[in-house]
Nanobody, 127 residues
Framework: LQLVESGGGLVQPGGSLRLSCAAS????????VGWFRQVPGKEREGVSF????????RYAESVKGRFTISRDSAKATVYLQLDSLKPEDTAVYYC?????????????????????WGQGTQVTVSS
């Protein structure tokens, strides 16, 4: 079971990126998926979560209105569209999967159910 993130890079403030999280070796159909980010010296924080069906979505307050999470079951991929980027969005972004038997999505601060993690992709917002 593996998750692979891609799409990170260097972007100017106000710019956009689209991150992808692709599953390998398993289907994401039974998993809620979360995007997280971490900067050196700080705890990993939840950015956005999406339920198995895609109907339930949560965002951290700091990214509401700027980031959009979505999923494509046929491609076993979850996306995070990052718009209006700010320097404080600079971090390593990770995706992770949590298996549920319902269309549950945990609160944005809850990480404990996420057991399968990707290796991360760096996002740097700088002029």
């Amino acid at each position: 079971l593996q998750l692979v993130e891609s799409g990170g890079g260097l972007v100017q403030p106000g710019g956009s990126l689209r991150l992808s999280c692709a599953a390998s070796g398993f289907t994401l159909d039974y998993y809620a998926v979360g995007w997280f980010r971490q900067v050196p010296g700080k705890e990993r924080e939840g950015v956005s979560f999406i339920s198995r069906s895609g109907y339930s979505i949560r965002y951290a307050e700091s990214v509401k209105g700027r980031f959009t999470i979505s999923r494509d079951s046929a491609k076993a991929t979850v996306y995070l569209q990052l718009d209006s980027l700010k320097p404080e969005d600079t971090a390593v972004y990770y995706c992770a999967a949590a298996k549920y038997f319902s269309d549950y999505v945990p609160p944005i601060g809850e990480l404990t159910d996420f057991e399968t993690w990707g290796q991360g992709t760096q996002v740097t917002v700088s002029s």
